[in-house]
């Protein structure tokens, strides 16, 4: 490298330095110090190019400061390639470009949409021009900036996160950023109670809005016959989404003798990547069949102008049922007839590996979080399946049969016999009482029959597993 003055015919010198580096000469500035700065930046610029490797930051971020005709030149001599430039561009315009791959990936047409508008948002609240000025710590004060001035919910604050996320990497994948700056920022965590907590309709409220239903008069495109399959077939076969339902044709039942299937097809509602084949079930099958008789195969199964206001036309049905829209539980809304159907499902036994698939989610946690919700009376017949863990054939008739209280179990060296006040050992001289105190029993004279030992009365006997009781003498005893 060479730095240098070239002098005008009359021996005087030019103002500017010059400096010669990488076979070409370059203007620099009238700042000797400054010229040779910028000499080497070039230099280095040259060796990550023979290298075949990246520019770091600190080279990308120089290049971002220059003029446009300086980079243009850089361009033009084969010091930067596309990778370089597009490093440098404009944030809005590499927005254009993910958007642009999304549609090329065929995402849904909501996150299309919303996805680019959160990151805009963000980025120009946070002043970002270009994508090299993205850092973890500003989206981190943004994130929580926005939740104190307008009070955003945590679910909110992660879609943004997520939308971020996804931008980074896209930018990383293509070359524009050395590495992801957002990698290690993990999901908010959600200790919030749902805006819009969904519930589960009971069993009575489905009959009485199914059969209520079918004699009300038309409404929101759809007549009382129309909607009660409708519902009907989203709480008994499918759970289908609102705009799955609406988008349904004829040619997508398909009726095989006492079978049937409902298919939702690629690109309708979130599935994009593939069809879903669900089974009907079989009670349903007359009632469909009745129902598309007359219909062609590209027909709507539910034609009418519900679109955007299944909520709406759901609420006016349910007050017509008399049955609650808010209770104390959560909203009756559509999407909640979704949950209704998953949440039977599952009581019902459903492994979890059907249900995340008839549900049609990529990820089990979504089903599991926000889908399931399991009944006291599934949770009881699911601990009395369980195997009993103790030895039967050493227990005599009637072993631990306590009045009104059911098999009564505890720890024992020997079979215990009794009800809930008198608590019989046999074959033992000692009981060691196991309690919250964890205190031994006094050993008590033998009465009787030498083979048993009487206990005093128990002032307090209760169990506290199904398979384990918790035995709690009175004071004289533990």
């Known amino acids: 490298m060479r730095v240098f003055r070239r002098y005008k015919k009359d021996g ?23 010229t040779e700065e910028l000499g080497n930046r070039i230099q280095r610029l040259s060796d ?35 990778k370089n430039i597009g490093a440098i561009k404009s944030v809005q315009t590499h927005l254009e470009e993910w958007k642009q791959s999304l549609i090329n990936k065929e995402a849904s047409e909501r996150y299309t949409r919303e996805a680019p508008a959160r990151v805009r948002r963000g980025l120009n ?10 850092k973890a710590s500003d989206l981190q004060n943004w ?6 001035r307008d009070g955003s919910s945590t679910d909110t604050l992660n879609n943004y996160l997520s939308s971020f996320k996804a931008f980074a990497s896209w930018a ?15 999901d908010l965590n959600n200790t919030e109670a749902p805006r819009h907590p969904r519930r589960v309709s009971k069993p009575e409220e489905i009959t009485k809005l199914i059969e209520t239903t079918l004699n009300q008069p038309f409404h929101h495109g759809l007549t009382g016959r129309q909607r009660f399959v409708l519902y009907y077939l989203i709480l008994s076969t499918s759970g289908l989404r609102w705009k799955e339902a609406r988008l349904a044709e004829v040619k997508d039942l398909r009726f095989n003798h006492d079978s049937g299937t409902l298919t939702v097809r690629r690109g309708v509602g979130k599935a994009k990547k593939k069809e879903s084949i669900l089974p009907l079930l079989k009670e349903t099958i007359p009632v469909l ?54 949440s039977r499902m599952a009581n019902a036994g459903t492994p ?11 990820d089990i946690r979504t089903t599991m979080r926000h889908y399931v919700s399991i009944d006291q009376s599934a949770m009881s017949d699911a601990v009395e399946k ?32 009794g009800t809930a006040g008198d608590v019989l050992l046999q074959n033992t001289s000692e009981y060691a009482c196991i309690t919250n105190k964890r205190k031994t029993p006094e050993v008590l004279n033998q009465k009787g029959d030498p083979g048993l030992l009487m206990l005093e009365r128990a002032k307090r006997f209760e169990p506290s597993t199904p398979t384990l009781a918790r035995w709690c003498p009175d004071s004289a005893i533990c």
Not at 125 to 134: Q, T
Not at 143 to 148: D, E, S, V
Not at 172 to 186: A, D, K
Not at 352 to 362: C, D, G, Q
Request: a positive charge; aromatic letters at 12%; hydrophobic letters at 40%.
């Open 12 to 34: 005087t010198p030019y103002k500017k330095w010059y400096v010669e580096v990488v076979g070409f000469r370059w203007a620099g500035f009238t700042d000797k110090r400054l």
């Open 48 to 82: 990550f190019l023979e290298a075949g490797s990246r520019p770091d930051k600190e080279c990308l971020a120089w290049l971002a400061s220059l003029s446009n005709s300086f980079r243009a030149l850089l361009e033009k001599r084969g010091l930067i390639d596309a």
């Open 125 to 134: 609240e946070m002043g970002c021009v270009r994508i090299m000025d993205l």
């Open 143 to 148: 994130l929580q900036q926005k939740r104190r």
């Open 172 to 186: 990383t994948r293509s070359g524009y950023l050395p590495e992801n700056p957002l990698r290690h920022i993990s």
């Open 289 to 342: 069949q009745s129902y598309i008789e007359d219909k062609e195969g590209t027909d709507r199964i539910f034609p009418g102008m519900w679109k955007g206001r299944g909520a709406e036309m759901l609420r006016a049905d349910l007050e017509a049922a008399g049955i609650e829209y808010l209770t104390a539980d959560g909203y009756l809304d559509f999407h909640s007839l979704r949950k209704t159907f998953i």
């Open 352 to 362: 979890v590996a059907i249900l995340k698939e008839w549900a049609r989610h990529s």
């Open 386 to 417: 369980l195997p009993s863990v103790l030895p039967a054939e050493q227990l005599p008739a009637g072993f631990g049969m306590a009045e009104n209280r059911g098999p009564v179990y505890g720890p024992f060296t020997g079979p215990i016999r």
